[in-house]
C-alpha cells in the first residue's frame, strides 16, 4: 500500500522560452522553423500520424502535416464551448471544451471530423489525457471518464478533495500528474477509475501551468522564467512515496 507522505520535491522542470533558445551558447542547438500556419492565438495542439490538431477559439482544426514545410488546413469542427485542450487516441480527438466539458470528435475522416459525444464535467473542463478506455479530464479537481464508447462517455470517478483548480493532465503509471495552477503538482491514483484519489503534491514556486510525464520524471512549466537565471531543478518520480 503506498504511503500519501510525499518526500523532497517530485518534478519541476521550468519552461523556457524563445528567448533561452535564442540565446547564442545554445544557438547549434536550437530547433529550427520549417512550416507555419498564420491561424492567430493557438494554446494546445495534439499530434498523430500525418495530422496536427489545434485549438482556435471554439473550433477544432485539423492540419496535415505530412509534410511540415507545409501544412494546411484539412478540416474543422466548431464546438459550444472554448478548447483548451485536446487529446487524440484510436481516431478520435478527446478535447476539453471549457464550459461544454469533454467533447468527442470522430476524426477518422480528417477532412469531416464529426462531434459524436460529450459528457458535462462537474465544473470548466480545461485539460485533457486519454490512457487506454478512459480520459483524464482537469478542471474542478480530476475527473475520469469512461471512453470505451466514444459516442456515449460516462463520468466514472472524480478526484477533487482536498479540491484544487487542473489547468493539465498527463497520465502514466496508474497515476495522473495534473497541473493545478496556484495549487501547484497533484499526484492522482487512477489505478482504479472509479475511485480516483489524491496521493501526493508539490507546491511550485510559480502557478503551475502544464505537465508532461516521461520515464520516472514529470516535468512542469510553471509562471515565468526565473529573471536571476537559476537553473531549473528536476527530480525523481520513483522515490515520490514511500510504501
Known amino acids: ?28 542547438d536550437c530547433p529550427e522553423l520549417v ?35 507545409a501544412p494546411h488546413v484539412v478540416g474543422y469542427v466548431v464546438l459550444p464551448g472554448l478548447a483548451s485542450d485536446i487529446a487524440v487516441s484510436g481516431g478520435y480527438a478527446y478535447v476539453a471544451a471549457s464550459e461544454a466539458g469533454l467533447r468527442v470528435i470522430d476524426v477518422s475522416n480528417p477532412a469531416a471530423p464529426v462531434e459524436v459525444g460529450f459528457v458535462e464535467t462537474l465544473d470548466v473542463a480545461w485539460g485533457v489525457a486519454v490512457d487506454g478506455d478512459y480520459a483524464y479530464v482537469a478542471g474542478w479537481g480530476l475527473s475520469v471518464i469512461d471512453v470505451s464508447t466514444p459516442s456515449a462517455p460516462v463520468e466514472v470517478g472524480l478526484a477533487n478533495s482536498p479540491s484544487f483548480n487542473g489547468i493539465d493532465v498527463a497520465v502514466s503509471g496508474g497515476y495522473a500528474y495534473v497541473a493545478a495552477i496556484e495549487y501547484g503538482l497533484r499526484v492522482i491514483d487512477v489505478s482504479t477509475p472509479s475511485a480516483p484519489v489524491e496521493v501526493g503534491f508539490l507546491d511550485t514556486l510559480q502557478e503551475a501551468w502544464g505537465v508532461a510525464v516521461s520515464g520516472s520524471y514529470a516535468y512542469v512549466a510553471w509562471g515565468s522564467w526565473d529573471p536571476q537565471g537559476n537553473p531549473p531543478e528536476v527530480h525523481h518520480v520513483e522515490d515520490a512515496f514511500t510504501e
Open 35 to 69: 512550416g507555419r500556419l498564420p491561424y492567430g492565438a493557438v494554446s494546445r495542439v495534439a499530434v498523430s500520424g500525418d495530422y496536427a490538431y489545434f485549438n482556435s477559439g471554439d473550433t477544432l482544426k485539423v492540419a496535415d502535416v505530412s509534410d511540415p514545410s
Open 1 to 28: 500500500m503506498k504511503s500519501p507522505r510525499l518526500v523532497s520535491g517530485l518534478v519541476a522542470l521550468l519552461g523556457i522560452g524563445a528567448g533561452v533558445l535564442a540565446a547564442p551558447a545554445l544557438a547549434a
